[in-house]
Nanobody, 131 residues
Framework: EVQLVESGGGWVQTGGSLTLSCAVS?????????IGWFRQAPGKEREGVSC????????YYEDSVRGRFTISKNNAKKTVYLQMNSLKPEDTAVYYC???????????????????????RGQGTQVTVSS
């Protein structure tokens, strides 16, 4: 059974930093999975944030976070991280990680991030950025 457990959310002032963690169980990182971070604010649609390939570490970022957020993974700990710097009030949302089999070229990551079809997701962690 695949399980994803997020942690690391909290409250921070504008310009601050947080690091989110997504602990993965149920599949090996050498397998071809995409692990993505998404966020959803009240009254808004789900928004993709970033994605990483579990096997080769290829990354993708949405324009709204590129240059401020960094996604990474620790194979030994089977954990994916999202380092968030220069946080803004508009980054406030519930952040969750999701995973799905992904055997395509990294060129398809932008499309994957927009797809609603992710087989597994965590429960989410709240990030609040105050102005």
């Amino acid at each position: 059974e695949v399980q994803l457990v997020e942690s690391g959310g909290g409250w921070v002032q504008t310009g601050g930093s947080l690091t989110l963690s997504c602990a993965v169980s149920g599949f090996a990182f050498v397998d071809d999975y995409a692990i993505g971070w998404f966020r959803q604010a009240p009254g808004k649609e789900r928004e993709g944030v970033s994605c990483i390939s579990s096997s080769d570490g290829t990354t993708y970022y949405e324009d709204s976070v590129r240059g401020r957020f960094t996604i990474s993974k620790n194979n030994a700990k089977k954990t994916v991280y999202l380092q968030m710097n220069s946080l803004k009030p508009e980054d406030t949302a519930v952040y969750y990680c999701a995973a799905d089999r992904f055997t395509y070229s990294s060129d398809y990551m932008p499309l994957k991030m927009k797809s609603p079809e992710w087989d597994y997701r965590g429960q989410g962690t709240q990030v609040t950025v105050s102005s």
